[in-house]
C-alpha cells in the first residue's frame, strides 16, 4: 500500500514537471529561439540643476539577443546585452561641478524558481542562480565588473551595474557589446530593462537623473 502511494506521487511529480515544461514551451518557446538581436531606440532625459547646469542621461546601442540554452534545460534562460551609457553636462551652472560620473548596466528579474523541485503558481525558494560575464577591458577607462553572480528572489528585481565612467568633461560614456547572461532555475521568461544614470557635485547640492528602457524578456 505504501509502495502504492509512493509510485502515485511519483507520478504525480513526473507530471508536474510535464506540464511545467509544457507550460514553458507555449510562454517562452519564441524567446529561446536563436534569432538576430533586438534593436531599440534610444532615449534620453534632461534635468535643470539648482546649481544652474543641465544634465543629460543617454541610453543608446541597446541590442537583446535571447538564445537556445547551451546546456538545453527548461529552466535556464541565456542571452547577450549591449548598451551604451552617455552623460552630459551643459549649461552655465553658478558653481562649478567638483564630481560626476555615469553609470549603465541592467535590472533583471525572474517570476518564479524553481531550483528547489517544479512548483505552479508557487515560489520553491529564493535561490534562482544568474551569472553575468564580459570581458573587462571593453570598457576603456571605465571601473568595469569583470565577473557578476547573484541570487534572483522571485518577485524582486536585481540592479545588476555593468560599470561606472568619471565625467571628467562635458561627455562621458562607456559602451558594452556582447555581454553573455544566464540564469538557472527560473520557470517562465526573465525581464530585463536597461538603465543610464547620471550623477553630479558641486560643493552645495549633489544630482542624479536616471533614464530606463522598455522591459524585454529572455
Not at 509544457?22 to 535643470?48: E, L, M, N, Q, Y
Not at 549603465?104 to 525572474?110: E, K, V
Not at 570581458?135 to 553572480?149: C, E, H, R, Y
Request: hydrophobic fraction near 40%; include cysteine.
Amino acid at each position: 500500500m505504501k509502495g502504492g502511494v509512493a509510485s502515485q506521487a511519483q507520478r504525480l511529480m513526473v507530471a508536474g514537471c510535464a506540464a511545467a515544461a509544457v507550460a514553458f514551451g507555449v510562454t517562452s518557446g519564441a524567446a529561446i529561439a536563436d534569432a538576430g538581436p533586438s534593436s531599440f531606440a534610444d532615449r534620453s532625459v534632461s534635468k535643470h540643476t539648482a546649481d544652474g547646469w543641465r544634465i543629460t542621461a543617454v541610453k543608446a546601442q541597446e541590442k537583446v539577443r535571447s538564445v537556445r540554452p547551451l546546456n538545453q534545460s527548461p529552466w535556464t534562460r541565456e542571452g547577450f546585452l549591449s548598451l551604451r551609457g552617455e552623460g552630459r553636462i551643459g549649461g552655465a551652472g553658478r558653481v562649478a561641478v567638483s564630481a560626476g560620473t555615469v553609470s549603465a548596466g541592467f535590472q533583471i528579474g525572474c517570476n518564479t524558481d524553481v531550483t528547489s523541485g517544479v512548483t505552479l503558481g508557487m515560489t520553491a525558494g529564493p535561490t534562482a542562480q544568474m551569472s553575468i560575464s564580459w570581458p573587462p577591458a571593453l570598457i576603456v577607462g571605465a571601473q568595469a565588473n569583470g565577473n557578476i553572480s547573484t541570487t534572483l528572489k522571485p518577485g524582486t528585481i536585481a540592479n545588476i551595474p555593468f560599470g561606472t565612467k568619471k565625467l571628467a568633461g562635458p561627455t562621458a560614456g562607456l559602451t558594452v557589446d556582447g555581454v553573455h547572461v544566464k540564469v538557472d532555475g527560473c520557470l517562465g521568461p526573465v525581464a530585463v530593462r536597461s538603465y543610464v544614470t547620471v550623477a553630479i557635485s558641486t560643493p552645495a547640492n549633489d544630482n542624479t537623473v536616471n533614464v530606463y528602457g522598455q522591459p524585454h524578456y529572455l
